[in-house]
């Protein structure tokens, strides 16, 4: 199984910007989606989360701001995120907890996606 996150790049201040976090391979259930960050000399912190029913849950910090979702049907969680801030700058990494069969549960991350709002 592979996490392939994609979407991140250079925005201005109040710009917005979509990652996709797309999940492949031998995959029987997707159970909890989240998205991370990690800013230069800071500790990777918890972004959103959303769990295989649709309920999510997000950081303070983006709570108002940022939107995550998901797509069963092609393994694929997103993260929409608008009005951002210098301090939203940071690598984001998508992590999923896999089914590989109805038994074998596995956490997975994908490489990270680099987001920069800047002006």
């Known amino acids: 199984v592979q996490l392939q996150a994609s979407g991140g790049g250079l925005v201005q201040p109040g710009g917005s910007l979509r990652l996709s976090c797309a999940a492949s391979?031998?995959?029987?259930?997707?159970?909890?989606m989240r998205w991370y960050r990690q800013a230069p000399g800071k500790q990777r912190e918890l972004v959103a989360a959303i769990l295989s029913d649709g309920s999510t849950g997000y950081a303070d910090s983006t709570e108002g701001r940022f939107t995550i979702s998901r797509d069963n049907a092609k393994n694929t969680a997103y993260l929409q995120m608008n009005s951002l801030k210098p301090e939203d700058t940071a690598v984001y990494y998508c992590n999923a907890k896999i089914l590989v069969n109805r038994n074998y549960e596995y956490d997975y991350w994908g490489q990270g996606t680099l987001v920069t709002v800047s002006s």
């Open positions: 391979g031998t995959i029987f259930s997707i159970n909890a």
